[in-house]
């Protein structure tokens, strides 16, 4: 029999960004899905990934990272909040490390939330790949 | 001389956005940074490149971008909007061309607006290289 939970309520955006992560940490596909707000106009971007629209697209991608084996730790670092009533951005350095201790790598992230009837649900995630060290070039070859 | 110019109000979030890209492509950096909010909350990254933070960290390395010799071209496409009364979000998939049309590739961007006194201004643009087509896995490397 499924396990019946309550679906969460997040009474400020910090405390879906910190769910967000632990779930990310957890695997709990439930648990990750319950930070989100189940909307069409919902955007998820993986490090190197496609950008992905809609609940139901983040949820399978989420399902499929979560299949695999590998166990993520995260390690926040130096967030900027942008908080108004109805929308909240979080932006913050993510040092991402195996279970192991062992460090996969950095990446940029900003994370926004959006203040729903059931609390605040994040509408949007975007991470990328960071450079190891602050760069002397503000830039890289795309732009 | 220097030109004197009005510094413009952008009525709505669309506005600013799209005098943001109007700037990247003239690689006009006063109209770039009358896109940007000025205050040290501000977010700036540049696909491959580093966490910019606060309003002089940004306008410097857009005007390093700028000081080269290559000019960009940008067709936007598949826009997702989130607006609220104060803030707004748009994702968006850039594909940017060389001033002769050769691809540069594509990237997500997440461009991040907020209402203020003077208008609205970009408080948040996050820029990854992302995969040429849609991507069989649902993430990079670093996830």
């Known amino acids: ?5 309550t ?14 992560y632990q779930a990310f940490e957890a695997r709990d596909l439930d648990a ?4 989100w707000a189940d909307d069409e106009e919902v955007v998820c971007v993986h490090p190197g990934g496609p950008r992905l629209i809609g609940f139901e ?21 130096s967030p900027v909040a942008i908080d108004t009533v109805g929308l909240a ?9 195996l279970a ?3 460090s996969r790598g950095i990446a940029v992230a900003t994370n926004i939330f959006m203040r729903t009837p059931i609390g605040w649900r994040m ?21």
């Open 1 to 5: 029999m499924p396990k019946a939970r």
């Open 123 to 143: 509408v949007c995630h975007h991470a990328s790949p960071a450079p190891p060290v602050p760069a002397a070039a503000p830039a890289g070859p795309l732009h």
């Open 57 to 77: 697209a983040i949820r399978a991608a989420w399902e499929a990272l979560f299949s695999s084996d590998t166990r993520l730790r995260f390690r926040l670092e």
């Open 32 to 35: 990750m899905m319950a930070t």
């Open 100 to 102: 192991d201790g062992s």
């Open 7 to 20: 679906t969460p309520i997040y009474t400020t955006p910090q405390d879906a960004a910190a769910a967000f």
């Open 89 to 97: 951005v979080q932006s913050v350095t993510e040092h991402v490390f």
